[in-house]
């Protein structure tokens, strides 16, 4: 930490981001179907409310622990 808060705020920020972009795509990875498959080209609702339910849970979890 600095003395600086808009510095910690970016830093923390990046932290943040970095760790959801990393815990999403391994979600993603270990999804037994390949998801962006199934939304993409299969138009699946499904596989699209999947993985919006685990990056919003991922991004719950990442606000919670910076928090």
């Known amino acids: 930490m600095t003395e600086f808060p808009i510095l910690n705020a ?6 943040g981001v970095l760790v959801f972009v990393v815990a999403f795509s391994l979600a993603i990875r270990l999804a037994p179907v390949d998801l962006w498959k199934e939304i993409k080209e299969e138009r699946n609702v499904a596989a699209a409310i999947v993985a919006a339910g685990a990056a919003l849970a991922i991004g719950w979890i990442v606000a919670a622990a910076m928090h």
């Open 10 to 15: 970016l830093i923390f920020a990046g932290l």
